[in-house]
């Protein structure tokens, strides 16, 4: 005998639509988990909500090229120095697009934190993560709260090593 369908969400009597018992805590645990995020961010770094979403797109491009591709990590992971010339540049215009925000707030914000060493501006109009200017144990401090707040919400998010349930 097969398992039946779980019957769909009851409406309320306003229209709104039920959720499965499931799906509310790991909603709110998300959203928790993301506020307490940029929390951790925004307190190390001093900087707002746009400027945190913008050094993510940039550190996640610069980063993903050598972080992500089994070869290259061999190579660079256990480098205290990662060559700029590894770390992939992306423009102020994929910025902007990736985010939703206007190019001017873009580059507005970019240049400040150009001006306070977490961007660099190559030649040609590139920018990556600085690969100086930040102290080793603020970004060790980080990834220890990131990883602490992920750890604090994996059972609520349906989350266990590594695998959603």
Known sequence: MSNPRPA???EAADGAVGLPPRLRPRLHAGAELTLELLRIYSAALSLDIESIWILLCVTQQSMGSFVLDPDRA???NGAEVVSDAVRSPLSRRAVAERTGLPRETVRRKMAAMA?????MVDDYGGVRVQSSGWSV???EDIAARIEAAVEQHQDRLGVSAGKVQ
């Open 8 to 10: 769909p969400a009851p």
């Open 74 to 76: 061999k190579v660079w």
């Open 115 to 119: 001006d306070q060493g977490l961007l």
């Open 137 to 139: 144990g603020a970004l």
